[in-house]
């Protein structure tokens, strides 16, 4: 029998991951099988106009015989999509098919079972505008897994992962809780345990400047400090809180595997400041794991094929075992 095959979602129909796709299938030789769910004129058009040439491989919807594929032409499931250009702008008329892209994929991940799933870069203002904060939630909702998932950040050196995730810097302080923060290290815990064989060395930053506040009932004193001291009790190796401002410094990033920030940019700014796109998206908690490449549609390069495919092959290596 074959490698368990990775389900891959192409994502916003206007964006660069068919490019990276394609410069990724170019650089690397992957074992397990690929199955991409995308527009099959889409990609075949792009594919033209970038200067790339692959056989195709059309399988249906409802196609469970995974054991047979191999990667000599790219495996992939027609979700169809009406277009002029195919390099037009970013807009609501994607997100039909978007929603059938994600559902086809969530369908054959439940009924055969499998575990690897990645999802290219979608456009939050349109596809998720008013429904959930970002993928992350989107798939926990579709899953009924909401409020335990966790985005983790991960580069071989050093990860990172925000307790709350695309909340405007103003609803922060109102979605940090203690069971948050509990829940966070536990699956990223887990989740070290399982793919790497080790207990992570976990630092938790504050959320005020300097962990600090002039006014009463702050988060470090009456939420994040008693959260750790918790946690430390059932054996987590866990340490802070530490200013955001000093904890990404040399000399102790080499004491630490994760860090968890309070929000967004406290974590991401740095670690791609760091590695750039050396770094993956993954979601803790799914029913399957999911990871994406840590970058957005980027419209602005789209059709320019100019792009780096750091991210999304080194999020198909770590699934690739």
């Not at 099959?40 to 790339?52: A, C, D, H, N």
């Not at 948050?180 to 064989?197: A, E, G």
């Not at 009456?222 to 918790?230: H, L, S």
Request: proline share 5%; glycine share 4%.
């Amino acid at each position: 029998m074959n490698k368990e095959p990775i389900i891959i979602v192409a994502g916003e129909p206007n964006s660069i991951f068919l490019e990276i796709f394609f410069k990724s299938l170019r650089m690397h030789k992957y074992k397990s099988p690929l199955v991409i769910i995308v527009s099959e004129r889409l990609l075949r058009e792009q594919m033209k106009k970038l200067g790339f040439f692959f056989e195709i491989n059309l399988i249906h919807k409802t196609f469970s015989e995974f054991d047979k594929l191999n990667n000599k032409k790219i495996n992939l499931i027609d979700v169809k999509y009406e277009f002029n250009n195919c390099f037009e702008k970013i807009s609501s008329k994607s997100n039909k098919y978007l929603n059938e892209t994600f559902k086809t994929a969530l369908k054959i991940l439940t009924k055969n079972k499998l575990s690897k799933f990645i999802n290219g870069p979608i456009s939050k203002k349109y596809f998720l505008s008013g429904k959930s904060l970002g993928i992350t939630e989107y798939l926990a909702k579709k899953t009924k897994t909401q409020n335990e998932v966790v985005m983790l950040i991960h580069n071989k050196k050093l990860s990172v992962s925000p307790i709350t995730t695309h909340l405007a810097l103003k609803d922060v302080s109102k979605h940090i809780s203690k069971k948050k923060i509990y829940t966070h290290v536990k699956l990223i815990d887990q989740f070290y345990k399982k793919y790497f064989k080790k207990k992570p060395k976990i630092a938790i930053t504050g959320l005020n400047p300097h962990c600090e506040s002039n006014f009463k009932n702050c988060e470090e004193d009456e939420i994040i400090i008693p959260a750790i001291k918790k946690i430390k009790s059932r054996n987590f190796k866990v340490e802070g809180p530490f200013p955001a401002d000093t904890i990404f410094m040399k000399e102790n990033l080499k004491n630490f595997d994760v860090i968890i920030g309070m929000y967004h940019d406290q974590v991401l700014t740095p670690i791609k400041t760091l590695y750039g796109f050396d770094a993956i998206n993954i979601t803790l908690g799914l029913p399957f794991i999911r990871v994406s490449p840590d970058h957005g549609p980027n419209s602005s390069m789209l059709g320019k094929n100019l792009s780096n495919p750091k991210s999304l092959t080194e999020a198909l290596k770590f699934l690739d075992k």
